[in-house]
């Protein structure tokens, strides 16, 4: 892909999967927002292949359990919201706080987040990402908009799904640790019947021990307060060195590459595209490539968590192509099979020097190093 | 003069100029040189006490404090910008940064002085 892809066409009409009389659009695709106006225009000038966009609220209220660079406040969202709209572009709020530490069940805490859910209710924004069941089924009971289950409610089975759905749930993001398990994607789409969304490209570890305990710090970061004063993102820190000393674990996180996408759509046509604190070059890069289905640059460019990566690691994503195979029939038990292992080996080059005389050798050559 | 007398020459110096002109003791509490794998390079200036509203009220004077003290240390002053902390008006760092051709696609898609909620920028030399 050239740079002139990076820069995607303009957008000229309506979204898509709305103007089809059929509605015979491959997929919806659900985009990150980096929360201000001037990025919003950009964003959406820049592609008509974005069905909604997703941001963060103000983190007074709930918060989010990720990173996260704006905090818009409510007459900000509702212009973005009315903007998205003009545009055919449907508006999703992100509260996925995994840890509120019991504000929310306090009468002071429910009172607030009552008062901003209505509020944003009025604004007319389409759905509301939450993780805490909680919010889930105040949600559902209370207010039109659609409630949308966070990844950070880690659905990951056919019983936790159902659940979800009888709290009131519209749409479930499913937990990308299951996004190469498709016994059990296809047993949570047999299980419940609302909608069912798969975010592509988050590329935490799989089996990540941090999981719980990073997102339950960046919700207390991102959230009402008090916030920690923190050192260091120990949990950061720490996934970038496991990937660095054993870089099979960037071929072994959850990710789904955009030519795999077409494995998925008897599970959903809706994908999530993660990377709300990149900027909209980078995002737009990763619409069109899911657009498209189709990839040919570094697999790198595209995964969201481990961007800080980008200039150590160059994976060829097209030498990739049917790896999906092994995975859709991976028992997962890797010290017996290491097909992972021996793929890493053979695609991943490191990256050596910089600017332009950078230099790409195998990571083969350099060795057995877990 | 070796380069980390450069660097606190400059900081002391840059440090004084925004204090005088702003009537605040503001802290520059580090000036560091980076090299990133990219191939960008520069100068990050951490600050306390500076917020966006002195930016956007003396932004000609700070934008030109920034030129001289980053000329001074023989950087290209083409890309000048502030980090600010999201949500609010803190400015967390002043920055000047020689932009590989990946990162200048990143930053110069856009068109605004804020291509993201926590960057402002001061000046960006576009290229042909």
Known sequence: ?370 | MSMTQELLKARTSLENNLRELLGVPVFLIEMDAFALPCGCGGVTINTRGLQLDDLEVFEEHILKYLTDTVTSLDIEPSFLFARLIPGTSEIASINARVLCNSCYMDFGRGSGKQPRPDIYIMRFDRRE
């Open chain 1, 1 to 370: 892909m050239g740079f002139n892809n990076y820069f995607g066409p303009g957008r000229t009409n309506q979204n898509p999967y709305l103007k089809s009389p059929d509605n015979k659009v491959p997929m919806k695709l659900y985009v990150p927002h980096i929360g201000h106006f001037e990025g919003l225009e950009e964003l959406l000038a820049g592609s008509d292949n974005i069905y909604a966009v997703y941001m963060a609220g103000s983190p007074e209220y709930v918060g989010t359990g990720r990173t996260n660079l704006s905090a818009p406040k409510l007459e900000e969202i509702a212009q973005q919201t009315e903007y998205a709209h003009s545009k055919g572009v449907k508006m999703e709020i992100v509260l996925n706080s995994s840890c509120m530490g019991g504000q929310h069940l306090t009468p002071e805490g429910y009172r607030a987040i009552d008062w901003y859910f209505d509020k944003l209710n009025s604004i007319g924004i389409d759905s509301i990402t939450v993780a805490d069941p909680y919010l889930v089924e105040m949600l559902a009971k209370d207010y039109d908009m659609d409630v949308v289950v966070s990844v950070l409610s880690f659905v990951d089975t056919p019983q936790k799904a159902e659940f979800y759905e009888q709290l009131g749930a519209t749409t479930i993001v499913v937990d990308p640790a299951v996004n190469r398990h498709f016994d059990k994607l296809e047993a949570i789409r047999d299980t419940v019947s609302c909608k069912l969304k798969l975010l592509v490209n988050e590329a935490c570890l799989y089996q990540c021990p941090f999981r719980y305990a990073h997102f339950n710090f960046f919700s207390h970061a991102n959230g009402p307060g008090p916030k920690p004063n923190v050192l260091d993102d120990y949990y950061y820190y720490k996934c970038l060195s496991l990937r660095i000393k054993d870089p099979q674990q960037i071929i072994k996180s959850p990710w789904i590459r955009p030519e795999d996408l077409k494995e998925y759509k008897h599970i959903t046509d809706t994908f999530k595209i993660g990377g709300r604190t990149h900027f909209v070059n980078w995002i737009l890069n990763n619409v069109e490539a899911y657009a498209n289905e189709r990839y040919d640059g570094n697999l790198m460019d595209l995964l969201d968590s481990i961007k800080d990566l980008k200039d150590t690691f160059y994976i060829p994503n097209r030498e990739l192509d049917g790896a999906i195979e092994q995975w859709k029939k991976c028992d997962k038990v890797c010290h017996k099979c290491g097909y992972c292992k021996r793929l890493a080996e053979k695609v991943i080059y490191t990256y050596s020097g910089s600017g332009e005389e950078i230099r790409k050798i195998p990571l083969g050559s350099i060795g057995d190093r877990t």
